[in-house]
């Protein structure tokens, strides 16, 4: 039997990134470096070890997503950034889930089947 990889559901790569990069930028302009609020400017917590922290996602891996070095990402990664962001409402709308293509069609299928969805 062939094997699988990964979760069953993923999106692509883009436009996620797209998103996360504007994202990243918004959250930039909205906190510049230097002091705040009596914080030295050493205590800056960026964008990108925000989300890895926020959403249990290595910051590696939060940064190949932002950079779009991978070309699927996982669902569960995806509704997590989205969820940390603010951007949940765009997973299935603007940011379509789809077969991962490490599964085979009838795995898949039969996957789909086991959740009722077929």
Not at 4 to 15: D, K, L, N, Q, W
Not at 33 to 54: H, T
Not at 66 to 91: H, R
């Amino acid at each position: 039997m062939p094997r699988t990889y990964g979760e069953p559901e993923v999106v692509p790569a883009e436009p996620l990134g797209s998103i996360l990069r504007a994202w990243v930028a918004r959250w930039l302009s909205d906190r510049p470096r230097g002091r705040k609020n009596n914080r030295a400017a050493s205590e800056f917590v960026g964008p990108i070890n925000w989300l890895a922290d926020e959403t249990g996602i290595h910051i590696s891996r939060v940064e190949q997503i932002c950079n779009g070095e991978i070309p699927q990402v996982p669902l569960s990664q995806a509704d997590k950034l989205l969820t940390a962001t603010g951007e949940f409402y765009m997973l299935g709308h603007e940011i379509r889930v789809i077969r991962n293509s490490h599964w085979s069609l009838e795995k898949w299928q039969e996957y789909m089947q086991e959740r009722g969805c077929f």
